[in-house]
């Protein structure tokens, strides 16, 4: 049982007259889909059952989830997946972690991404309890590099704090394997961000890990690459680091432009991008192709973005047809270029987009910088 959950006979004489009551005042904004008992339990558990500030914090929720249409088919929904998401940054489901009526799903993650939408509903239906999940978080490969302080406190915290506001109840344990040396650097700029009572759930696991994890979980659903007998090609993908003839190189204290064409109005950009180092993004709009940078249209603000492990996206609704502009500037640095990779998906279509000035002398995809 997780650490916040009930007995079983707490759950039974409390639930349904809370439920009703949670069930009643978010009735207007809640998707059927989502209204399941189980979904309940989670925002009651996770503010200990007090009914006015679950309702206030799941109509939060649920505003969130309707505004980026996530219970919408996969197709509307913006969490689109691309074929270059699940190639750099797949997250994998491996299963319950008991044989029969196993009441956690065991994930694997090897990119520094965390999704949790949905993965259980099924598993409730058919066990007719409440799951949690076993979320293993392999470090292996992870080399010392100072930035990644930056990213700890940046997207990696953020990433965090939207679990922990969205996600309530959904994690047991957070088990962190093959975890290098530096890791309590990493942990002491992490946890300050993290509640209390997730941190009770996180487990860094020694040099014994393969036999910790044989602890929590049957050997017949690991795979066997973490001590199980489940053949790893059936449920590890491979996790391949984007191939640096994907990146362009963006010179030190420089901006660029990349110039992008939208014929019809209304049209949703879905924009992938992945960068090693700080840059800031812009985004802009014209009628005309020609049209100096003064003249621009301002779309969208300047959006600082840190370094990433692991690719980002972001999404915009073209209102009108005519030309935006995606604006790059390295000004952060004074003296190294930066590697910066945006792949740009018309939503619609799931036609990538490719930028208008691809064959301008600044844009070196894949080649490397002249030595002086």
Not at 346 to 354: D, F, I, Y
Request: with cysteine; net charge negative; charged share 25%.
């Amino acid at each position: 049982m997780a650490p916040n959950a009930p007995s079983p006979m707490e759950i039974e004489s409390m639930n349904d007259a809370a439920i009703e009551q949670v069930r009643q005042q978010v009735s207007d904004i809640i998707d059927p889909r989502y209204d399941t008992k189980w979904n309940m339990i989670r925002w009651l558990q996770s503010v200990d059952y007090n009914i006015p500030k679950t309702v206030h914090l799941l109509k939060k929720h649920l505003k969130w989830r309707k505004d980026r249409r996530l219970d919408e088919p996969e197709s509307q929904s913006l969490l689109q997946f691309s074929d270059a998401r699940r190639k750099h940054a797949p997250i994998d489901i491996i299963g319950p972690q008991r044989v029969e009526g196993g009441d956690r799903l065991v994930v694997v993650d090897r990119a520094g991404r965390i999704d949790v939408a949905g993965l259980m509903k099924a598993m409730e239906e058919e066990t007719g309890v409440q799951c949690y999940m076993h979320y293993i978080f392999d470090l292996e490969g992870l080399h010392f590099d100072p930035t990644l302080l930056g990213v700890v406190n940046g997207p990696f915290r953020v990433s965090w704090q939207l679990v922990g506001q969205h996600y309530r109840e959904f994690i047991d344990k957070f088990i962190v394997i093959n975890s290098p040396s530096y890791i309590n650097v990493l942990w002491s700029a992490l946890s300050p961000f993290i509640p209390e009572q997730s941190k009770q759930r996180i487990v860094f696991a020694g040099s014994n890990w393969k036999e910790e994890l044989l602890e929590i979980v049957d050997k017949e659903c690991l795979p066997e690459r973490y001590g199980g007998t489940i053949s790893d090609d059936k449920c590890l993908q491979a996790v391949g680091p984007i191939p640096k003839s994907m990146y362009w190189k963006l010179p030190a204290t420089k901006h660029r432009m990349l110039v992008y064409k939208v014929d019809k109005p209304d049209t949703e950009l879905l924009m992938y991008s992945h960068n090693e180092n700080d840059i800031t993004i812009t985004l802009y709009y014209s009628k005309d192709r020609n049209s100096s940078e003064n003249d621009l249209e301002l779309a969208v603000a300047p959006i600082p973005k840190c370094g990433l492990p692991a690719m980002d996206l972001f999404d915009y609704n073209c209102e009108f047809p005519g030309f935006y502009f995606v604006k790059l500037a390295n000004e952060s640095s004074w003296l190294l270029p930066s590697a910066y990779r945006m792949i740009v998906i018309e939503k619609e279509s799931g036609k990538e987009l490719e930028p208008m000035n691809l064959n301008e002398k600044w844009i070196k995809k894949g080649q490397k910088s002249k030595k002086k």
